[in-house]
């Protein structure tokens, strides 16, 4: 299970980036795409049990790291940050990047 989940996250976090690669408005900045890559774990381990989220953390930590890299620099709206930052869901957390 453990495994799966780290794939998905994964996956979303390159969807989330091909995203911002084609988004308009500002470059993002590190910073910007640390906190976006903390918000998308969050959503996608939202209700997951503690001990689930331990056992993944490595994963989520690899799958922010990427997202982070390919995140960096490239264009976004220019409220996307805080757009995301309040998303409840993986669907307007896309929204929020231009998806």
Do not use: W, Y
Request: glycine share 12%; net charge positive.
């Amino acid at each position: 299970m453990e495994k799966k989940m780290t794939r998905k996250l994964m996956a979303l976090g390159f969807v989330a980036g091909i995203f911002v690669l084609f988004g308009c408005g500002k470059k993002a900045s590190e910073e910007d795409c640390k906190k976006l890559g903390d918000k998308l774990i969050e959503i996608q381990t939202e209700g997951l049990s503690a001990a689930v989220k331990s056992a993944g953390a490595s994963g989520f930590d690899k799958a922010k790291a990427d997202f982070v890299k390919e995140c960096t620099g490239k264009r976004m709206p220019s409220d996307g940050v805080t757009c995301a930052d309040k998303a409840k869901d993986q669907a307007a957390f896309m929204k929020c990047l231009g998806g």
